[in-house]
């Protein structure tokens, strides 16, 4: 038989074993894994590692955040993606107060359509726990859209306990996943305005006013109410330790909880919050980076399997013209760090060649776990016959230095510059097609699909992680 394409003698990296094998692909699917495969077009890989694309579970493109928005459109972003690997995300949906959720939910995915480079999914945020909000959660889940993103803290966002066990409850009984921000939000707001009273206003001041108790605290709660409502819950962006060694003991207690943490809980430490002028700015991020003992706890988190998931929290802002409009007062810097390029190659120079994760868990908590997570599984994170040829040709020896030069998201800085990397991604493929080959972007706008996710399909009702636990 011959195929559409072949990928050569690279080594596939399989759910528990590396195999050097040709991978065949026809009709935008992963056909064979064989020997002298025969392809139309062939590529050779011998020395590479190929692997499914990345997943990245956690990505704000184009979010409205007071009066501007995170600075890479679904282009920009989905573009930066494709170059690092990543060949499937997964977006939120912010819909206005008291409007209708599935009106929110199309014309978000109306501002994808045409633009995506990658496919998209779309996770729904929920403001309140009202009676009229959980009676719209059903159409969600029926339009694809099965999993819900609920916040502990955030004017405007943040539930309170009755509305938090109201969204678990009714979102668990229809089989959905709610995923939630934990900080806690009195906390939070008590050191805040003793800080800005006492003049105390600098970036430096960021993590003071969200200390590490704020996350733990957060974290037992919401997940004492899932226990309480039979629900199944993922944390997104850990970073603390505390906050790690709560979820194991609720996992421990059989709660079916998933923790993310992201590459700058992992890598970055509060430490850059004190860089001179108002540079620290350009860390501000919720929560905010800790110490390297949290970093070093994270790292073995990851690897006993307590964390499942590394998402990146992309949510960037460029530091002239938008991180600037807190330069009186750090509560004015909008939150978030760019990062959706460089997840793959972090992860994989700083886990896998440290040698603080292998290189099957590495494709675990980049891409088979969150596709897995959140319904995508084995469309997406597999290198198994039938999964979309979503692929990414990786090069362990590839050496690179970081800078925002040379990455394609739309922001004038990154916070890793000057990070040397041991190994990149040389080629990424979607369903099929080469949409970039050695950092340059070869794919086409608007050929990134929406990917309807069904309850069925979430790991959470699939009994795995029980047997994993
Ligand atoms: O600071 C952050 N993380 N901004 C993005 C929104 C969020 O909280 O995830
Ligand atoms: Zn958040
Ligand atoms: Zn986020």
Redesign the pocket.
């Known amino acids: 038989m011959n195929f559409d394409l072949v990928i050569h003698d690279g080594t596939l990296v399989l759910p528990n074993e590396n195999l050097v094998a040709d991978l065949g692909i026809s009709e935008s699917k992963i056909a064979e894994i064989g020997k002298n495969l025969i392809g139309a077009r062939n590529i050779d890989a011998t020395g590479k590692l190929v692997l499914p694309g990345a997943v990245d579970p ?1 990505v ?1 493109l184009d ?1 409205p ?1 007071g009066a501007t928005r ?1 600075s890479d459109d679904w282009a920009s972003g989905t573009i930066a993606a494709a170059c690092g690997g990543t060949t499937s995300i997964i977006d939120f949906i912010e819909p206005e107060p008291g409007q209708p959720l599935l009106q929110a939910l199309i014309s978000r995915e109306m501002e994808a359509n045409g633009k995506a480079a990658i496919d998209y999914g779309l996770h729904m945020t929920v403001r309140d726990g009202l009676a009229e909000t959980i009676a719209q959660l059903p159409g969600v889940i029926a339009h694809g859209c099965p999993s819900f993103k609920t ?1 502990l803290t ?1 004017a405007g966002f943040k539930l309170d306990d009755a509305a938090m066990l109201k969204v678990l409850e009714s979102v668990g009984t229809l089989g959905g996943l709610t995923l939630v ?1 934990a900080e806690n939000d009195a906390i939070i707001e008590h050191i805040t305005h003793q800080l800005v009273s006492a003049r105390k206003t600098n970036p430096a001041y960021h993590p003071v006013s969200r200390p590490a108790s704020a996350e733990s605290e957060a974290i037992h709660r919401v997940l004492t109410f899932a226990k309480v409502a039979h629900a199944s819950i993922y944390i ?2 850990i970073s603390t330790a505390d906050g790690v060694e709560e979820l194991a003991r609720a996992q421990g207690n059989g709660v079916i909880a998933f923790g993310e943490t992201c590459p700058q809980y992992l890598l970055l430490t509060e430490a850059e919050y004190k860089r001179p002028d108002f540079e620290g700015a350009k860390f ?4 905010p980076l800790r110490t390297e003992f949290d970093n070093k706890q994270l790292w073995k988190a990851l690897s006993e399997d307590t964390l499942q998931s590394v998402g990146t ?1 992309h ?1 960037p802002f460029n530091y002239f013209g938008q991180k600037d409009l807190g330069q009186d007062v750090f509560t004015k810097i909008p ?3 760019p990062g959706i390029e460089s997840r793959l190659a972090l992860l994989y120079t700083f886990g896998v060649r440290a040698g603080r994760i292998s290189v099957n868990q590495w494709v675990d908590l980049c891409s088979t776990n969150p596709a897995r997570i959140f319904g995508l599984y084995p469309q997406k994170g597999s290198l198994l016959p039938g999964s979309d040829a979503d692929i990414v040709v990786f090069d362990p020896n590839r050496k690179v230095v970081l800078s925002s030069t040379m990455l394609h998201e739309h922001v004038d800085y990154t916070p890793y510059q000057g990070f040397q990397l041991h190994g990149y991604p040389v080629m990424t493929l979607l369903r099929g097609d080469v949409i970039s080959e050695e950092g340059k972007f070869t794919g086409q706008l608007g050929s990134g699909q929406f990917m309807p996710r069904w309850v069925e399909d979430l790991w959470s009702n699939k009994n795995i992680r029980e047997s994993q636990i």
């Open positions: 956690h704000h979010m955040v995170s916040y955030y921000h997104v962006h501000v991020c919720s929560p929290d949510c939150s978030g760090l």
